[in-house]
């Protein structure tokens, strides 16, 4: 890979964690606050964590292993915060029932 | 009976947490064990201590896509072949000197360490020995010009950021150019990549591609003044703005104005040689010819840290910076230099005809 | 207040005044990257560097260790067993500690023989002090455990956090037995010291932090235990799980196989995981009491450890952990960046938390608030943040001129390093490094008045 390749890469996968952070944050704090401009933040967050993806897939001169665990992550990373978030709110309503 | 998830108890997940890290450590163990074979002095991956011994080098792998050490014939070390007891003693001594005088702390070994100083895996192939301190040092081989520098390297600095003196001694000196002899023999994944490698000039072909190495076709245009100076500003910066300065006005007392009129105060051992070569006159830089120019640009100045870039460059690159400082940084002389010029440059220089030489003195 | 809880003040003074260490080492190093021959030849590069390396590691441990004889005797209802052993224990590794640096700084090196190992300087990275003292922080770490689990045994009772804690406290201490040995072969000697330094900052530290933390936030917010050890199991087998075989992502070029290419990876790009759960976890905690609680301090720097674990560890982390690209950064400003980042993000933040919420109940305050606990946070987190995206320009343009294209020889570092780039990008880290040092003052001085004054209670709102 060239050094531009290099420089490119590196910050295409720096926003990937970035916006995954993004999406998992906005959620929770949207289901929490019960507030729709917030999740749907979060789902933006995550509608640009893909787009982020294409272009590692697209643009980069990773292997293509690394591109398929890239892609994937990506694919199954849209259902962790809501499973996060509904294990969380079960946990809390356990504890209320019985402490 | 189905063991059912419930999700509100610890129980369940505290047993994914403990049967996980006793997996992971499993692996690991196994993992470790493979490793320390390839290791160990004399496995797959890193050579015997006697590797000092022997001529090393570091070759394009284009099944690897990556370079790898390659040890050749027999090449003394200090005019002798140590057994394997001596080459084992001096690999422990030059360790017990690296971590006494804390080098971890400025330089990295393959990578590892502090960022101040330059990274020293490939040290022993660093083209800089030869053409830069070996003449600054005045000595004959590599490894005694490493020893002198490792003694006194406030004597011989290169840079804005120097190395202290660490109170090494000869015998020390010697541990440690052995340490990064024969740690330039280990097989680290292609790292540091492009390595450069000692020029053996005239000798043998280049072991890996170097920054602009001139083809099989050398250049036979003539370029136009505005085409060299385009391309001679970018290769100055990169390659001489270091010292020089991105506007050529240099660094007072060490590294000279390359624009003619400025004026340089720094040691008579800097000054003589710029003098002999016509580019410094009643306290300033003056504007010397094409010819020695070229021959400085090429062969640098020995006995001075101007290194020689001719290994590195090709025709066109040199013909371009010199046509660039020339005519740019202040300077308007108007003078066109040629790839075909420094090619006939490089052709007509001997040793003994050079000014400044040693061979002369 | 528990004999214990009285040690824990004093360790997290001791704490503080190593982070001032490690800050004007800092500065010096910062300074030298800009004016080289500053304090030249007296104090070179790499003895600033130890100060600031090694100040890192006693102020964070120190910390640790504070944190643990805090929460003990509330988790365990009894006081600490061996507590005046643990008095000495202090005072020991205080002036051990102070002795250390002193050889450091007016001794500096010594001849390449085993009296300098043994009392001058060991030169590996993040251990260099000399065996005598490595022999010391055993003792103190071997008390420590010893009045953990005593503690425990005495009161004949466990909880799933101690539990973790103390199975943690194993590794813990025999990873340090790296710090003794002088092994020849770098390869095999870097083998070794990744085992210490990866497995304690990204594995036993990451689980004793995740304790830490666990207490802090069952007392700052209320959160059920339940929760806290159910979060704190997940993240435990998440962080492990990620962090043993991610060791590998330290192997790429030290001259171990190339499988380590591929494992450690492909681990290590799955770490920021348990660190995203952590930041998930402590939204939803704050979130609940609406970002109000009686110690807004304790508070805000635990969401200061969360994001920056998370931002530091995870997103800075995974820019350079693939092999492809960590063969250009290897080694560079930009592994600085994440350092300071990780460091800061992981541990110092969730150090400073706990030192908040132990002050509350020390004294006194009902609530406990002031003026300057916002005016260092702020101070604090802008100078670390300048620092990490000034290194971030500078390790780029190094990666970029040193290793991409310039081969790194001694030609291309000079070359790369003088280039407007890197140069401006530290310059850049030297100011924030001084805003860094202010608000380390500002922290001080906080502090040490914090809470000495009637605050009146704000009307909380129910969750």
Same mark, same amino acid.
């Given at each position: 890979?060239?050094?531009?390749?290099?420089?490119?890469?590196?910050?295409?996968?720096?926003?990937?964690?970035?916006?995954?952070?993004?999406?998992?944050?906005?959620?929770?704090?949207?289901?929490?606050?019960?507030?729709?401009?917030?999740?749907?933040?979060?789902?933006?967050?995550?509608?640009?964590?893909?787009?982020?993806?294409?272009?590692?897939?697209?643009?980069?001169?990773?292997?293509?292993?690394?591109?398929?665990?890239?892609?994937?992550?990506?694919?199954?990373?849209?259902?962790?915060?809501?499973?996060?978030?509904?294990?969380?709110?079960?946990?809390?309503?356990?504890?209320?029932?019985?402490? | 009976?189905?063991?059912?998830?419930?999700?509100?108890?610890?129980?369940?997940?505290?047993?994914?947490?403990?049967?996980?890290?006793?997996?992971?450590?499993?692996?690991?163990?196994?993992? @470790?064990?493979?490793?320390?074979?390839?290791?160990?002095?004399?496995?797959?991956?890193?050579?015997?201590?006697?590797?000092?011994?022997?001529?090393?080098?570091?070759?394009?792998?284009?099944?690897?896509?990556?370079?790898?050490?390659?040890?050749?014939?027999?090449?003394?070390?200090?005019?002798?072949?140590?057994?394997?007891?001596?080459?084992?003693?001096?690999?422990?001594?030059?360790?017990?000197?690296?971590?006494?005088?804390?080098?971890?702390?400025?330089?990295?070994?393959?990578?590892?360490?502090?960022?101040?100083?330059?990274?020293?895996?490939?040290?022993?192939?660093?083209?800089?020995?030869?053409?830069?301190?070996?003449?600054?040092?005045?000595?004959?081989?590599?490894?005694?010009?490493?020893?002198?520098?490792?003694?006194?390297?406030?004597?011989?600095?290169?840079?804005?950021?120097?190395?202290?003196?660490?109170?090494?001694?000869?015998?020390?000196?010697?541990?440690?150019?052995?340490?990064?002899?024969?740690?330039?023999?280990?097989?680290?994944?292609?790292?540091?990549?492009?390595?450069?490698?000692?020029?053996?000039?005239?000798?043998?072909?280049?072991?890996?591609?170097?920054?602009?190495?001139?083809?099989?076709?050398?250049? @036979?245009?003539?370029?136009?003044?505005?085409?060299?100076?385009?391309?001679?500003?970018?290769?100055?910066? =990169?390659?001489?703005?270091?010292?020089?300065?991105?506007?050529?006005?240099?660094?007072?007392?060490?590294?000279?104005?390359?624009?003619?009129?400025?004026?340089?105060?720094?040691?008579?051992?800097?000054?003589?040689?710029?003098?002999?070569?016509?580019?410094?006159?009643?306290?300033?830089?003056?504007?010397?010819?094409?010819?020695?120019?070229?021959?400085?640009?090429?062969?640098?100045?020995?006995?001075?840290?101007?290194?020689?870039?001719?290994?590195?460059?090709?025709?066109?690159?040199?013909?371009?910076?010199? =046509?660039?400082?020339?005519?740019?940084?202040?300077?308007?002389?108007?003078?066109?230099?040629?790839?075909?010029?420094?090619?006939?440059?490089?052709?007509?220089?001997?040793?003994?005809?050079?000014?400044?030489?040693?061979?002369?003195? | 207040?528990?004999?214990?809880?009285?040690?824990?003040?004093?360790?997290?003074?001791?704490?503080?005044?190593?982070?001032?260490?490690?800050?004007?080492?800092?500065?010096?190093?910062?300074?030298?990257?800009?004016?080289?021959?500053?304090?030249?030849?007296?104090?070179?590069?790499?003895?600033?560097?130890?100060?600031?390396?090694?100040?890192?590691?006693?102020?964070?441990?120190?910390?640790?260790?504070?944190?643990?004889?805090?929460?003990?005797?509330?988790?365990?209802?009894?006081?600490?067993?061996?507590?005046?052993?643990?008095?000495?224990?202090?005072?020991?590794?205080?002036?051990?500690?102070?002795?250390?640096?002193?050889?450091?700084?007016?001794?500096?090196?010594?001849?390449?023989?085993?009296?300098?190992?043994?009392?001058?300087?060991?030169?590996?990275?993040?251990?260099?002090?000399?065996?005598?003292?490595?022999?010391?922080?055993?003792?103190?770490?071997?008390?420590?455990?010893?009045?953990?689990?005593?503690?425990?045994?005495?009161?004949?009772?466990?909880?799933?956090?101690?539990?973790?804690?103390?199975?943690?406290?194993?590794?813990?201490?025999?990873?340090?037995?790296?710090?003794?040995?002088?092994?020849?072969?770098?390869?095999?000697?870097?083998?070794?010291?990744?085992?210490?330094?990866?497995?304690?900052?990204?594995?036993?530290?990451?689980?004793?932090?995740?304790?830490?933390?666990?207490?802090?936030?069952?007392?700052?917010?209320?959160?059920?235990?339940?929760?806290?050890?159910?979060?704190?199991?997940?993240?435990?087998?998440?962080?492990?799980?990620?962090?043993?075989?991610?060791?590998?992502?330290?192997?790429?070029?030290?001259?171990?196989?190339?499988?380590?290419?591929?494992?450690?990876?492909?681990?290590?790009?799955?770490?920021?995981?348990?660190?995203?759960?952590?930041?998930?976890?402590?939204?939803?905690?704050?979130?609940?009491?609406?970002?109000?609680?009686?110690?807004?301090?304790?508070?805000?720097?635990?969401?200061?450890?969360?994001?920056?674990?998370?931002?530091?560890?995870?997103?800075?982390?995974?820019?350079?952990?693939?092999?492809?690209?960590?063969?250009?950064?290897?080694?560079?400003?930009?592994?600085?960046?994440?350092?300071?980042?990780?460091?800061?993000?992981?541990?110092?933040?969730?150090?400073?938390?706990?030192?908040?919420?132990?002050?509350?109940?020390?004294?006194?305050?009902?609530?406990?608030?002031?003026?300057?606990?916002?005016?260092?946070?702020?101070?604090?987190?802008?100078?670390?943040?300048?620092?990490?995206?000034?290194?971030?320009?500078?390790?780029?343009?190094?990666?970029?001129?040193?290793?991409?294209?310039?081969?790194?020889?001694?030609?291309?570092?000079?070359?790369?390093?003088?280039?407007?780039?890197?140069?401006?990008?530290?310059?850049?880290?030297?100011?924030?490094?001084?805003?860094?040092?202010?608000?380390?003052?500002?922290?001080?001085?906080?502090?040490?008045?914090?809470?000495?004054?009637?605050?009146?209670?704000?009307?909380?709102?129910?969750?």
């Amino acid at each position: 890979m060239s050094a531009e390749q290099m420089l490119e890469t590196s910050i295409l996968l720096g926003l990937f964690v970035l916006l995954a952070g993004g999406y998992g944050v906005l959620y929770g704090l949207g289901q929490l606050r019960r507030r729709r401009d917030l999740v749907m933040a979060s789902f933006a967050s995550y509608g640009l964590q893909c787009m982020v993806a294409a272009a590692v897939l697209l643009f980069t001169p990773l292997l293509g292993w690394w591109k398929a665990f890239i892609g994937l992550s990506c694919a199954l990373y849209c259902l962790l915060p809501p499973i996060t978030w509904r294990y969380l709110t079960l946990l809390h309503r356990l504890e209320e029932h019985e402490p | 009976m189905a063991q059912t998830f419930d999700a509100g108890d610890p129980a369940f997940w505290r047993a994914g947490a403990i049967s996980t890290t006793i997996v992971m450590l499993i692996v690991l163990v196994f993992l @470790t064990i493979d490793s320390l074979e390839a290791i160990r002095a004399g496995g797959s991956h890193v050579p015997a201590y006697t590797v000092i011994n022997q001529d090393i080098g570091y070759v394009y792998n284009l099944q690897l896509g990556y370079n790898v050490p390659s040890i050749g014939k027999d090449q003394p070390l200090f005019g002798r072949k140590y057994t394997e007891e001596e080459a084992h003693a001096l690999i422990a001594k030059g360790k017990l000197v690296i971590q006494s005088r804390a080098c971890m702390d400025c330089h990295t070994f393959f990578g590892n360490g502090a960022y101040y100083g330059p990274d020293l895996t490939k040290a022993w192939l660093d083209p800089a020995w030869d053409e830069l301190w070996t003449p600054m040092t005045g000595q004959k081989t590599r490894e005694d010009a490493i020893v002198e520098f490792l003694m006194h390297p406030e004597r011989y600095p290169t840079w804005s950021r120097e190395m202290p003196n660490l109170g090494i001694s000869r015998e020390e000196a010697i541990a440690l150019v052995a340490y990064l002899k024969w740690m330039s023999a280990v097989d680290a994944n292609g790292f540091p990549a492009n390595f450069g490698t000692i020029q053996t000039r005239g000798r043998l072909p280049p072991a890996v591609p170097r920054l602009g190495a001139e083809a099989s076709a050398p250049e @036979t245009r003539t370029l136009t003044q505005a085409d060299l100076v385009a391309v001679g500003e970018k290769a100055y910066v =990169t390659h001489c703005g270091a010292c020089h300065q991105a506007n050529g006005l240099g660094v007072p007392g060490t590294f000279p104005p390359i624009t003619a009129g400025q004026p340089f105060s720094a040691p008579e051992s800097l000054l003589k040689p710029l003098a002999e070569r016509g580019f410094f006159k009643d306290g300033k830089i003056v504007q010397g010819s094409v010819k020695q120019h070229v021959d400085i640009v090429l062969n640098g100045i020995p006995g001075t840290p101007m290194p020689g870039f001719g290994a590195q460059l090709d025709d066109t690159t040199v013909a371009a910076i010199v =046509t660039f400082q020339r005519n740019g940084l202040g300077n308007h002389t108007g003078d066109v230099v040629q790839a075909a010029d420094v090619r006939a440059a490089r052709a007509g220089r001997t040793a003994s005809n050079a000014p400044g030489s040693t061979t002369g003195r | 207040m528990y004999q214990s809880q009285r040690l824990a003040l004093k360790y997290f003074t001791a704490a503080i005044v190593v982070f001032g260490v490690m800050v004007i080492g800092g500065l010096i190093a910062a300074t030298d990257f800009v004016q080289p021959r500053f304090l030249y030849p007296e104090l070179p590069f790499n003895i600033a560097k130890i100060l600031h390396i090694d100040g890192l590691i006693v102020w964070l441990l120190t910390g640790f260790i504070g944190a643990v004889y805090w929460f003990l005797p509330g988790e365990l209802g009894r006081e600490t067993e061996g507590v005046r052993l643990a008095e000495i224990m202090f005072w020991i590794l205080c002036a051990a500690v102070a002795v250390v640096f002193a050889v450091f700084v007016l001794v500096q090196y010594g001849g390449s023989d085993q009296f300098a190992m043994w009392f001058i300087n060991q030169g590996r990275k993040y251990v260099e002090a000399p065996r005598w003292a490595a022999i010391g922080i055993v003792l103190v770490m071997l008390v420590f455990a010893y009045n953990v689990v005593f503690t425990a045994i005495r009161a004949r009772r466990m909880t799933g956090i101690l539990a973790v804690m103390m199975i943690d406290l194993v590794p813990l201490v025999v990873l340090y037995l790296d710090a003794f040995p002088v092994i020849e072969n770098m390869s095999v000697d870097l083998y070794w010291w990744w085992w210490l330094v990866h497995m304690w900052v990204e594995a036993t530290w990451e689980v004793l932090i995740g304790c830490i933390v666990a207490l802090a936030l069952m007392q700052l917010l209320n959160t059920p235990r339940r929760i806290v050890e159910i979060w704190l199991y997940i993240e435990v087998g998440l962080v492990l799980g990620t962090g043993i075989l991610g060791l590998g992502h330290h192997y790429f070029w030290i001259g171990t196989p190339q499988y380590w290419l591929g494992i450690g990876g492909l681990f290590s790009a799955f770490e920021p995981l348990p660190l995203l759960g952590m930041v998930i976890h402590a939204v939803y905690d704050a979130g609940t009491q609406h970002m109000k609680t009686t110690n807004q301090p304790s508070l805000f720097w635990m969401m200061a450890e969360a994001f920056g674990n998370f931002l530091g560890g995870g997103m800075w982390g995974f820019m350079m952990t693939l092999p492809q690209i960590n063969l250009y950064s290897h080694g560079t400003q930009w592994t600085v960046s994440h350092g300071h980042f990780a460091f800061w993000g992981a541990y110092a933040c969730g150090v400073i938390s706990v030192i908040y919420l132990a002050l509350q109940k020390t004294r006194g305050a009902e609530v406990l608030e002031s003026g300057a606990w916002k005016w260092s946070f702020a101070l604090l987190n802008i100078g670390l943040i300048g620092m990490v995206g000034s290194l971030l320009v500078s390790g780029m343009a190094q990666a970029f001129y040193e290793r991409a294209i310039g081969g790194s020889t001694l030609q291309a570092f000079i070359t790369a390093q003088s280039s407007p780039w890197f140069t401006q990008g530290m310059v850049a880290r030297l100011a924030f490094g001084v805003i860094f040092a202010v608000g380390y003052v500002w922290l001080v001085y906080d502090l040490l008045t914090i809470g000495r004054r009637r605050v009146p209670a704000p009307i909380l709102e129910p969750a």
